[in-house]
Nanobody
Framework: QVPLVESGGGLVQAGGSLRLSCAAS????????MGWFRQAPGKEREFVAT????????IYADSVKGRFTISRDNAKSTVNLQMNSLKPEDTAIYFCAARASSGLTIIGNAYRYWGQGTQVTVSS
């Protein structure tokens, strides 16, 4: 298993910002697509954003488009999620995930490796 470790979660007021980071190690990170998902209490896991290896292509969920930005630094083996204009409905555990291939997808089951998650809580 390739470890993926998320950081940067916390408590923030509505309208605020947080930056999540995901650190990966091992060969799996090289050349593969990465993504962020989230799961709110009592809800199914949902797709948030994904980015290709070169960082030139991204996909966002409609609910976060224009507010969240995914990026990656391959030299540091990190993937980031900048979250602005946060809303209470963004409250969830956020998970970083890595595919075993380069293609972008919003399907969670297509990701092979997962982090433990980091809690994001947005107060109203």
């Amino acid at each position: 298993q390739v470890p993926l470790v998320e950081s940067g979660g916390g408590l923030v007021q509505a309208g605020g910002s947080l930056r999540l980071s995901c650190a990966a190690s091992g060969r799996t990170f090289s050349g593969v697509a990465m993504g962020w998902f989230r799961q709110a209490p009592g809800k199914e896991r949902e797709f948030v954003a994904t980015i290709n290896w070169s960082g030139t292509s991204t996909i966002y969920a409609d609910s976060v488009k224009g507010r969240f930005t995914i990026s990656r630094d391959n030299a540091k083996s990190t993937v980031n999620l900048q979250m602005n204009s946060l809303k209470p409905e963004d409250t969830a555990i956020y998970f970083c995930a890595a595919r075993a291939s380069s293609g972008l997808t919003i399907i969670g089951n297509a990701y092979r490796y997962w982090g433990q998650g980091t809690q994001v809580t947005v107060s109203s």
